[in-house]
């Protein structure tokens, strides 16, 4: 038994991706959102995640944005869908195409600022969580056009606006900045978890513990960082509200693949750890659909992601229940006895250093076992 | 049943690595080679592999070379293990230090081809059935300290005056190349197995027939490319008479981890690949342990490897078994019936593109099911 | 002076892009063909390069096509440009959505042969050198999709057919084979400058001459490899009928900066290295606009790759006229003098391993006085 | 002229760097501490870097470190020399084969810090002003051998540790703690600047503000990210009490290659920035000899550095001077005029989004201005 049910919630944007990149037009129709959320719904996902735009067209005004609203609290309503995460669109409008809170024009970084709160008044009003925060565009390929500190006390501007904003307005939700270190731009300011919890630390305290990190496994992938590690450290800083999951060959374009496609050892080790640490927020998948599929194919996406994070689970289980395993890992651990806490009886205490050196460490035995656990051959 | 039983080798170097590495010092004792096959042999493998200098010390005399040839004779023939696969070590000695076959050092590229000659004796003598030329120092960090095209002349002349040597000498071996990236040289000369290809066509058709590949999983993992695609070019080309396995985290330094430790899927669909063709040459292991495994540690490596490999080829004989992926992969097919052959046919023929865009691969469907196969679920 | 006079030449692909990629939406009106040749003639390009439907609207028939044609040839007599290199696009429209040549369907490889009869009828018709194939949908995300013995063997039907378009139909045109490693597929079938050279030469002798490759620097540096030395090895088989240049930060998604903007030393040894070979083919520069670009800023940027490959040409000269530079290569050779060149005198040769392993290099100068050269502080 | 003027320091540990790697032995003899000291002050560096066992060999008793320091102590005096860094080397001894302050034996952990004191005390004595960290075996190969929670647990108790020791011993010393994400280790925990100073946040806050980054160059090319956005990020934090200073190509091994041999462009951005910062930190060149240099080599490896360094600061001044650049950067900004800052104002206020994204960016110019000027033609 896991300890914890997971909450698999998936983004509208993923399905409704109809496939249009910079060697390609679309090849799938446009998908109305309804149908998106009946999709999903359908598929087995718990709660979905939504960016402004994805619900609400560009442009909208407060009426049509309210009777959009309505109909999806309708349709949640009626599938019993959760809305788990709202986000806003600070990416695809050429307004923010050298930034947008980091927008070397004031008047795109305001734009920015009122863009989002919008979207946050949209995610509060469906009941939203987490707010996160994607700088998609906050970045740059022509190093000379920004001084990387002003553009971070810019992004902490903007954070911090929205943070207040959100807490000014009695909401509820918590901001996960997402990190990625490149694509749609050359370099992306806050490329890592690791440089999102640094910042986080920068930020005036009254909202600082309002902001965590929206961690993605593949824009880690993407630069060939151990992900498990990244996500250890945001739940060892208690600065983990949200995470996307998804698969990525390595050192690549941005795929979004279905989650478990690739790299399934270091995959089970995320599972794992989020179990381990009891973790109870929402687990988002962010992929997209191949562009070879076809509107037929995309529940198989959805499904695809829920059966292998349940599968996973499952080997979480048989990896603590495996005597094997269990001992191998307890011969792995030598406690502290004898040994000197104090400075002064530390510096007068004579190590055995070859005996460490020495000592026995079954790593192949134990790394084969969890291989042969991950193939079902351990049942 | 598999279409070809694997013959599953090892190179004495592997287990011999005592762990010296630029940050840090030896944390194995020296292994004697003569302990080193019976290990191996005990161990399941099939056969081994060496450098001259694994077995015999470098500047050991005719007399000494014979004695240790004869008692590894022994010890083959006592342990029922196979030589499979001689090379020469022209990176560890500091006359190499800028290259082998390409150094500037006419001196330098004669000794080499001296060094190349005695190992390919003992590698006759043995029984081997590959020369593997791996150039390790054939490279450069000093981009003006060759010209590139230079350095590939050189090159050319070098591995032609072994493949000359082999034929005059009467020896039965393939010569194989083996590329790689970098590591220990900034940019290594043939650095993909594409390009050891490409290489191969410039040889003199008098012993172009006699070289071939010797592709790792490792190289192409380092720079994030697809192994089985590289494999799978050389098989095309007829040009795989030797391959080197093991397993890599992506984009890093030359990690030689166990085969079958990362990346489960795509080395699956090695494992396919080489049945499918029906390639019955030698599946050498190129690994390494641990520096924290012990002595103790080095069997539990070499039967790793083994045992991941036959895993792998129990889920090959699963997939084609399996009558819904059987399925999938029927309906991605589209014969050509009715499809003109003929230029000015084919000028004046009316294709219906929409059709063709719209038509449904199950892809989603078929990758997972390849994953859950692999995870011991569809059995 | 350089030993030859560089043909630059640039895509209409390349000033026509309007910024539409996965996260975001043209940020550029669309650039009518005729005012972009007259665009790139005013820059100072010496020729340009097009696929087909840049040039004429995809689905266009022949009455329109002449129409286009002639006007296009009425503007490159008026400007004075040249048309230097024909292509196909086969990776735009949905129909190609799982490969062109290498489609698992055949009405879509034999759809790619017509369209590619076509493109080649209208580069034919201007004049053009060169006949580039980038296979950028030839691949897969899908490891089960393909045995990629079967993808290779399609690849070579389709590359074959096109090559003996050519020659029936009396074109001179050169094919020339683009490599890339992923992007937009997950992995692309022939993804190194290697990979093609080692495909050319399993094609039909009947038209491999006909056949070479066209590398791109980016396509290198996406994968961290050494450019230069993929070109090299083009060079050293005689297979550059051209060269695609540009720039791009390593290890990312294709950026297609402008040719000189990154990586100045190793673009530098490029630049030598052709005109060292005294190659004479048509340097296209293949690059992108910023996305932040507005319509007045594409002069510039034709004008940027120009500007840089003329200085980096000036480099060139300084570098074979630097005293200190040509002793200090001149030390880094040894020639052959006393050393065998008989196997037999050869293994009886007694070498000073220790002298070798002595031998000084001075590479720490030559690459620091290099580096000041390029900084314009050597002259 | 720079605002500061910097700080050249360099690691005893580079040129006495004797060439020992995985594939190849020394290719240099051991150099004496004390020649080395003279060799780095007679080739102009302001200070030199050690680790304790760089001056003192490992094991050797109180008496032995003291007589050394007396005599490092002398030939600082006679050369002018600083002692800039000390640090403790905590990776090459078999005993840290799976870690210093996070190996899961408490002994291993215990004796690390009992080294790190005695380093502590060396740095003191010599009157270093930095601390480094660099836990080069803090990471693991085999993910199930670590909870990477506890893993971070033990290495914050270890560093907390260490701060407090060097606050109770009254040594005025900072710490720096060094990332880097792969090498020796598969996964190094902390593996970039980001996640230390996300580690740092998560400290005692007793000891916290003496604990900064060390961040290293190569070592965020190793993964491709922007260094510069990285020094930046550590600056904006006021988190940079020293910095490694190196070149690297990218996505490879760690080469440590002479500063501004590699990436010309963001090299001067580095350079710029500190400057800009007015930092006055020490500057620490972290590099190594290529294999290939004798020992008459080395001296040309330091000055090689220094001489890029200062080289890279007059471009900083140029590019300060520079009219057109600097008039190219006031055109990319737009102050806040008339945008309103208030929540409800905000919220009412109409963007011309329209004007917002036609906004012109001369950024080619910008951009190809930049390479201009670092190729010494704008003056």
């Known amino acids: ?166 807490a000014d307005s009695g909401y509820g939700m918590q901001i996960a900045i997402e990190p990625k270190p490149s694509e749609p731009r050359g370099d992306i300011f806050l490329p890592t978890a690791g440089s999102v919890l640094g910042f986080i630390a920068t930020l005036d305290p009254a909202v600082r513990d309002r902001v965590g990190v929206n961690p993605e496994v ?50 089970f080790f995320l599972v794992k750890l989020l179990d381990d640490a009891h973790w109870d927020g929402p687990h988002a998948f962010d992929v997209k659909p191949y562009r070879s599929d076809t509107p037929d194919d995309l529940e198989d996406l959805v499904r695809g992601n829920i059966r292998s994070y349940r599968l996973l689970l499952e080997r979480v289980d048989e990896f603590r229940a495996d005597a094997e395993i269990q001992e191998l890992l307890a011969e792995c651990r030598v406690d502290a006895a004898g040994v000197p806490d104090d400075v002064d009886a530390l510096r007068a205490f004579a190590f055995d250093v070859d005996e460490l050196a020495a000592r026995r460490l079954p790593y192949q035995r134990l790394d084969q076992a969890v291989v042969e656990l991950l193939m079902g051959v351990r049942r």
């Open 1 to 166: 038994m896991p300890n914890v049910e997971p909450k698999l919630s998936i983004g509208l944007w993923c399905t409704a991706f109809a496939g249009t990149e910079v060697f390609g037009s679309a090849t799938r129709p446009p998908l109305d959102p309804m149908d998106n959320l009946r999709l999903i719904a359908r598929a087995g996902a718990w709660g979905f995640n939504f960016h402004d735009d994805d619900l609400v067209p560009f442009g909208s005004d407060v009426q049509e944005t309210d009777r959009v609203l309505q109909e999806t609290r309708r349709v949640m309503d009626g599938e019993g869908l959760v809305a788990s995460m709202a986000t806003t669109n600070m990416f695809a409008h050429p307004a923010f195409k050298d930034g947008a809170l980091t927008s070397a024009d004031a008047r795109v970084r305001a734009y920015a600022r009122q863009k989002a709160m919008r979207a946050a008044d949209m995610g509060a009003e469906l009941g939203c969580s987490v707010f996160v925060m994607w700088g998609g565009r906050e970045g740059l390929e022509v190093e000379a056009s920004r001084d990387p500190r002003e553009a971070l006390a810019w992004y902490r501007d903007g954070v911090e606006f929205v943070a207040r904003y959100l």
């Open 218 to 267: 593949q824009h880690a992938r993407m630069v060939n960082l151990n992900f498990v590690h990244e996500v250890a450290q945001c739940l060892d800083a208690g600065k983990l509200p949200h995470i996307d999951l998804g698969a990525q060959k390595p050192g690549r374009f941005d795929q979004d693949l279905r989650f478990g496609a690739e790299d399934i050892k270091e995959t």
